[in-house]
C-alpha cells in the first residue's frame, strides 16, 4: 500500500472505530461533507480491495468514499471473538460508520461477495439513512453455497496454523454461510430502499443463480437486477465504468452524460 500511494496526491485516510467491544478500521477519501458510499467487501477481502474505487478522481469529487474492513478481517476485531460468522453481528458491527456521514444526503451501501448479504441486513437495520443499496456479485441463495476440493482443508487445525488470519475468517464463514442466509430470508421482503443486483455469468465463486434468488426474494418495486453474460466475480475491476455510472447517474443526467470510458483497475485483493 505504501508503494501504491507513495506518488499520488490523494491518499486514504485510515482510522479505527473504537468503543468497549469493537474496533473497527475503515480508509477513506474525499470530503466529509459528501455523501458517503460505503463498500463492503467479501471472504476473505480487505478494505483495500476497493482500491480502484477510492483512487478514481470522478468518485472523488462527489463522494466521501468509505472502505471498510469488516470484523475479523485486518484490524477489525470484536473482543473475545476470533471469528465473526453471524452476518447480523457482522451488520451490526457497521453501524456506527453512519455517524460518520457529515453531509445532508443518506448513505449509498455497496456490498461485494460476501459483503452483499451483509450489506442488505446492514440497510434493513438503518434504511431512513440509506439512499441505495448496490449487491455485487452477491452470495445471497442459502441453497447455492459452493464449495470445492480444498475446502475441507482449511478446516485442519494443523493447515490453520500456517494460514493468514484472513483466510481462517473467511473459512468459518463459508462453513456457516449458508445457516446464516437462511435467517436473512425474511429481510428480503422487507428492503423498500432502490436496489440494484449484479451478477456475472462466468462468476465460479457467486453461482450465477443467486440472481434469481434475488428476483424471487426481493419484493420492492424500485429494484433492477443486471446479468453480465460474460463477466466473473470481480465486477468492481472489469465493469469499473458501469459500476462508476450508476453511482453517478444522477449527476451525470444532469450533465447529458451517457456513459464514462475507464479503464479497469489494476490487480485484485481478495473480494
Not at 117 to 134: F, G, R, T, Y
Not at 144 to 164: C, D
Request: overall charge positive.
Amino acid at each position: 500500500m505504501r508503494k501504491h500511494y507513495a506518488l499520488k496526491k490523494v491518499k486514504p485516510k485510515e482510522q479505527l472505530i473504537q468503543n468497549d467491544t469493537l474496533s473497527l478500521c475503515i480508509a477513506s477519501v474525499g470530503a466529509d461533507t459528501l455523501p458517503m458510499l460505503l463498500l463492503i467487501h467479501g471472504a476473505p477481502g480487505s478494505l483495500w480491495g476497493y482500491m480502484n474505487l477510492m483512487d478514481d478522481e470522478d468518485l472523488q469529487k462527489h463522494f466521501h468514499i468509505v472502505s471498510v474492513d469488516r470484523v475479523g478481517y485486518g484490524k477489525s476485531r470484536l473482543k473475545k471473538r476470533r471469528h465473526v460468522t453471524s452476518i447480523a453481528t457482522q451488520a451490526n458491527a457497521l453501524l456506527p460508520v453512519f455517524d460518520l456521514n457529515k453531509s445532508k444526503e443518506k448513505v449509498t451501501v455497496l456490498g461485494r461477495s460476501y459483503g452483499a448479504p451483509i450489506a442488505a441486513k446492514l440497510v434493513s437495520m438503518v434504511q431512513d439513512k440509506v439512499k441505495e443499496l448496490i449487491m455485487v456479485s452477491p452470495v445471497i441463495d442459502p441453497e447455492k453455497e459452493r464449495f470445492y476440493w480444498f475446502s475441507k482443508w482449511g478446516k485442519n487445525a494443523f493447515i490453520q496454523l500456517f494460514l493468514p488470519g484472513e483466510f481462517n475468517t473467511a473459512t468459518a464463514e463459508k462453513y456457516s454461510h449458508s445457516d446464516e442466509l437462511k435467517k436473512l430470508i425474511p429481510i428480503w421482503q422487507s428492503l423498500h430502499v432502490p436496489t440494484t443486483v449484479i451478477q456475472g455469468g462466468n462468476d465460479w465463486i457467486a453461482d450465477p443463480t443467486n440472481i434469481d434468488f434475488a428476483k424471487k426474494h426481493i419484493q420492492s418495486k424500485r429494484a433492477q437486477y443486471i446479468f453480465l453474460y460474460n463477466a466473473g466475480h470481480m465486477i468492481t475491476y472489469t465493469h469499473l465504468s458501469m459500476i462508476k455510472e450508476m453511482l453517478l447517474k444522477s449527476l451525470m443526467f444532469q450533465d447529458k452524460v451517457t456513459s464514462i470510458d475507464m479503464a479497469s483497475g489494476a490487480g485484485e485483493l481478495g473480494n
